[in-house]
C-alpha cells in the first residue's frame, strides 16, 4: 500500500492504526463493469472551477491545469482504451450555483469525476450533490478540516498540513507572541481560526494576545484594519499575521502593508492563500521577506517539479506563468484517479472510491504521496519567504511528509473522531470513544 515509515503521523492517525485497522479490512474490489459507464466513446471529466468573479485570479489556472493534465493523458493512450473528455463549467463564484453545476455535470453530462472548487464554501455547496448521486469529487485547496466525505478527495492540505506546522515556525524559530489572525469571512478561515485559537491557547497564548478578524470576498479598503494590525504590534512583543485572506482581496490588502510600511522583520505575514499566481499581479518590493506555507513551491528543486514546469508553459503558451500548490494538488489527484480507474478496471465511483486508497503517485518535491484511508494525502509542508521576483525562497520544511487530519486534535467535538472508508468501518467521524460512527451531516 505505502511506505508508512516516511509519515509524519499525527497522534490521532496513529490511533487509527494501532485501534481500528484491527477491525478494518480492504474489501475485495468490485469487478462487475458497468454497462454504462463504458457504453459512451468518450470517459468524461467534469471541471468545476469558477472562470469568472471573485475567485477567477486564483481558479481559471486550475481550470486550465486540468486540460493539460487530460490531453496529456490522452496523448498516452487515454484511460482503459478510453479517450478523456473535458466538460468545463463556469460556476462564476457564485456559490450555490457550484451546486447546481455539479448536478448538471452528474445528471445530464454523465461525467465520471469532478475536479473543482476553490473555496470552502463552494466545496460545501457542492457536498450533498456529490454525495446524493454518489459521483467523485476532487478538492485541491487546502481547507479547514472537520471534514471526510466518501465522495470527496482532500487533496489540498488539512490544517495539520499547514496552517499548524505555520504556527509552529512562527513560534519556535521567530519566537512570535502576539497574533493576528486575519481572513476572508466564510468557512475555511473561520473553522481554521477556531482551530489555531484553541491551539495557541494550548501553547500558553493568552487571549489579548490573539486578535481576530474577517472581511467579506472582494475587501478592498483595508487601510483601518492595516492600522489596528500596525497598534496590535507596537506593544513590545514579537507580532506575526497569520492570513487566510483568499481571493483578489490579497492584492488590496499587500498593497496597504507596503503603504503602512510594514515590514516582514516588525510584522511577518505567513499566508495560506498567497501564491505566485496571485503574486504575479502585484508589485512584490514591498511584500519582500513575508511568508506562505504550502506544500509545493514552483522554487522547489526536482527534476518532477522542472518537467511539470516545462509541460505547463508549453501547454499555455507562455514561458513567464507560473505554478502553484493548487495546480500539483490537481496533478496528484488526477493522477491518483487514473491509477484507481486502472485498478478498478472501471469509473464506476464505488469501486473507485474503494481501489484509490493506498494508491501512490509522484508529487512534485521529488517524493511520493499516498491515498490515506480517511481521504486526505500526505504531503511535505514547505514555509517560503517572498522574494522581489514573485517567487519563494523555501526556509523550512518538514523532514517527510505529513498525513492530512480530517478532524482537529484541539477541538473538543473532533478530538475522538477518525476518518477511515475502507470496509467494514467505512465511515469518516468514528468516534474512538463510543465506538460508534455519527454519521455525516456536514
Not at 486550465?64 to 463556469?90: C, H, P, R, S, Y
Not at 447546481?100 to 470552502?120: C, M, P, Q, Y
Not at 478592498?220 to 507596537?234: A, E, L, M, P, R
Not at 525562497?393 to 477511515?420: C, N, Q, R, Y
Request: glycine content about 8%.
Amino acid at each position: 500500500m505505502f511506505d508508512c515509515s516516511i509519515l509524519i503521523f499525527s497522534e490521532k492517525i496513529m490511533k487509527l492504526y494501532k485501534d481500528i485497522t484491527k477491525i478494518a479490512m480492504v474489501a475485495s474490489l468490485a469487478t462487475a463493469i458497468s454497462g454504462p459507464t463504458f457504453a459512451a466513446d468518450t470517459i468524461k471529466v467534469g471541471i468545476l472551477h469558477s472562470l469568472s468573479g471573485t475567485m477567477a485570479i486564483s481558479e481559471t489556472t486550475l481550470k486550465d491545469t486540468m486540460l493539460m493534465l487530460i490531453e496529456d493523458q490522452n496523448n498516452k493512450g487515454g484511460v482503459l482504451g478510453k479517450q478523456l473528455e473535458a466538460v468545463v463549467v463556469d460556476p462564476a463564484s457564485n456559490w450555490p450555483l457550484f451546486a447546481e453545476k455539479a448536478r448538471g455535470l452528474i445528471e445530464k453530462d454523465n461525467v465520471d469525476a469532478i475536479f473543482g472548487s476553490w473555496t470552502s464554501v463552494s466545496r460545501k455547496s457542492v457536498l450533498p450533490v456529490i454525495e446524493e448521486l454518489n459521483s467523485v469529487f476532487f478538492y485541491p485547496v487546502q481547507y479547514e478540516g472537520e471534514e471526510s466525505s466518501k465522495n470527496v478527495f482532500y487533496t489540498g492540505a488539512a490544517p495539520n498540513q499547514q496552517a499548524i506546522p505555520a504556527v509552529d515556525y512562527l513560534m519556535n524559530d521567530i519566537g512570535v507572541e502576539r497574533w493576528v489572525l486575519a481572513g476572508t469571512d466564510y468557512v475555511y478561515p473561520r473553522t481554521t481560526n477556531k482551530i489555531l485559537k484553541a491551539y495557541l491557547k494550548a501553547k500558553g497564548v493568552a487571549d489579548s494576545d490573539i486578535m481576530i478578524n474577517y472581511t467579506p470576498f472582494g475587501h478592498s479598503d483595508w487601510q483601518t484594519i492595516v492600522s489596528d494590525i500596525k497598534s496590535f504590534g507596537s506593544e513590545g512583543k514579537q507580532t506575526a499575521v497569520v492570513s487566510t485572506i483568499n481571493g483578489d482581496a490579497n492584492v488590496p490588502f499587500y498593497k496597504e502593508l507596503g503603504n503602512q510600511g510594514i515590514d516582514a522583520s516588525d510584522i511577518p505575514v505567513v499566508a495560506f492563500s498567497v501564491g505566485e499566481e496571485e503574486l504575479s499581479g502585484l508589485d512584490t518590493a514591498p511584500l519582500v521577506g513575508h511568508l506562505a506555507a504550502w506544500n509545493y513551491f514552483m522554487s522547489v528543486d526536482a527534476e518532477s517539479n522542472y518537467e511539470f514546469i516545462d509541460k505547463w508553459t508549453a501547454f499555455i503558451g507562455d514561458d513567464e506563468r507560473v505554478t502553484n500548490d493548487p495546480m500539483e494538488a490537481h496533478y496528484i489527484g488526477f493522477n491518483m484517479w487514473v491509477k484507481a480507474v486502472e485498478k478498478a478496471g472501471t469509473t464506476d465511483a464505488d469501486a473507485v472510491q474503494e481501489a484509490i486508497i493506498g494508491i501512490t503517485t509522484p508529487n512534485l518535491s521529488g517524493g511520493v504521496s499516498a491515498m490515506m484511508p480517511n481521504h486526505h494525502i500526505t504531503k511535505p509542508v514547505l514555509i517560503g519567504e517572498i522574494q522581489d521576483d514573485g517567487q519563494f525562497d523555501i526556509i523550512w520544511e518538514t523532514s517527510g511528509l505529513v498525513a492530512g487530519d480530517a478532524w482537529s486534535d484541539f477541538l473538543p467535538g473532533s478530538k475522538d473522531l477518525i476518518a477511515d472508508w475502507r470496509k467494514p468501518l467505512s465511515c469518516g467521524n468514528y468516534n474512538v470513544k463510543t465506538a460508534k460512527c455519527s454519521g455525516q451531516n456536514y
